[in-house]
């Protein structure tokens, strides 16, 4: 059909070749978005998840969670709760909301191990009193300590050498990142990026 138009057509032919020129280059472009669709809606997954979930169990109290606390861009406020709860100051009982980041550190961490085992959870909250009897009692404890804020969690991972778990939690380079391997556990903190 375009071809009996551009017979049939007397003086110049620049508008239907530029005609032709214009839907040739949609049609690439359209077949480039079409083929480079799913890598790009796979990159996009991959930076930006539906959900996060977390597995987590309290050496100290015995609780566990197993939940999903971010689903469909936003974080899930009875699951932090929840989270809140369970990361509490189990010497005193107090509870404070803990650093959504924090938890999006775990979950990453989580990612990049290629586990789905609970995080062990040493130390959570701590209450100022706590930490100050802690301060007072044994070496290491930082006087302005993140674990008041909810900023900072201390965990091990059942199979997972701490040394192995350090060094994943560095590679993010994302807070602070303790490693005591004496006591068999790796801090991690919403801090800005440090590593002891």
């Excluded at 509490?88 to 290629?114: A, E, F, T, W």
């Excluded at 062990?120 to 209450?127: L, Q, W």
């Excluded at 993140?146 to 091990?156: K, P, S, V």
Aim: net charge positive.
């Amino acid at each position: 059909m375009l071809q009996r138009i551009l017979e049939n057509r007397t003086g110049d032919n620049s508008d239907i070749v530029l005609s032709r020129r214009r839907f040739i280059r949609h049609l690439a472009c359209g077949s480039l978005l079409t083929l480079g669709s799913p890598v790009i809606a796979q990159a996009a997954k991959a930076h930006f998840p539906s959900h996060k979930s977390l597995a987590l169990e309290n050496i100290n109290t015995g609780d566990k969670l197993k939940l999903t606390y971010f689903e469909k861009g936003r974080y899930i406020s009875s699951a932090l709760s929840e989270i809140d709860y369970l990361l509490r100051d189990y010497r005193s009982g107090d509870v404070h909301r803990i650093d959504p980041n924090l938890l999006d550190q775990l979950h990453d961490l989580k990612l990049m191990l290629g586990t789905h085992r609970p995080f062990e959870i040493i130390c959570g909250y701590r209450s100022p009193f706590t930490n100050a009897n802690l301060r007072h009692h044994k070496s290491g404890v930082a006087n302005n300590s993140l674990h008041m804020q909810g900023r900072a969690i201390d965990i091990r991972l059942d199979g997972c050498d701490t040394k192995h778990l350090r060094n994943a939690a560095i590679s993010m380079h994302r807070g602070g990142v303790g490693y005591y391997p004496k006591s068999g556990f790796v801090h991690l903190d919403t801090g800005k990026f440090r590593t002891w």
